[in-house]
């Protein structure tokens, strides 16, 4: 689920896979064991890996994905020319009252623009679309933008935030600092002010809150551990955050950084990312 993982400092915080190439055991070379082991990541500072054990690139098994660079205009076209036609409405209440975790998305299953081509004029109009499958968008003529179905972070704009930010964890950590004193309203606006619209921003915040309740021991006692652990698993607190809100987070929001092929600082094993090139 996303990034949001750091979301816990002082009031802490907390966030929002698919398959894709998968490492098998048996026959492999000392070459392919060596390719399974490296996580796929944008590794910084914070991360406590190096690129001996995260890169971006995932060459498990098959054709090795390596996402491009998308440069600073192609990320402003996606806020500036393209516009969802019936954007999503802002979420009431926590989706987190709810009960049981959300099932799983049936394998194949993905999220695709459909331009109204023939709107004419900038910003182009278009909607969002869940599909059974990437050949089943392609004949629709929509375009996959992430794995799994769509929901409010599965816009245009918000993947242009997700591009623009390898690391989410402080900012998104500095947001849920300012969420106890009024119930959250400071973290809404927070994450607007990162470029998130309401609704993915509400996700955000109520991923937030929820972490936060369920972990906040977990939490505290992390607040400087390095994102991931030395043999790669996540630290206790972003694991946390993926167990408790990570599912619910997954079902309203739609998008994900795994999900839509984007490197970020928290390194993550192949096997959970999608690999997709964005072009609209």
Known sequence: MRAAVALLVVSLLGTGAVLAA????????AADVDACAILFGNPN???GLGPDQCR???ACEGPAFVPPTYDAAFVQSLIDDFQLA???APIPSSPYDGGAPPPDDPPGTVCAVLEQLDAGGS???YTLETYASADAASAAGARVTHFGHCGVCSTLANLAVYMQNDDLVAPVRQCGVQSSADGGNADVSCLLQLGFDLPCAQAWAYDTANTRTLCL??????ITAPYNEPDGALNPCIQCDEDESGPVFKQVAGRTRRN???PNAICRPCS??????HAY
């Not at 021991?217 to 992390?222: F, K, R, T, Y």
């Not at 959970?272 to 090139?277: E, G, K, M, R, S």
């Open 260 to 262: 839509s092929g984007l």
């Open 45 to 47: 500072a914070q991360t």
């Open 272 to 277: 959970q990312v999608q690999p997709l090139v």
């Open 56 to 58: 971006p690139e995932c």
């Open 123 to 125: 910003p182009r109009p």
């Open 22 to 29: 998968s490492c098998k055991s048996g026959s492999a070379t």
């Open 86 to 88: 019936t954007p999503y």
């Open 217 to 222: 021991g977990v939490c505290l006692a992390n």
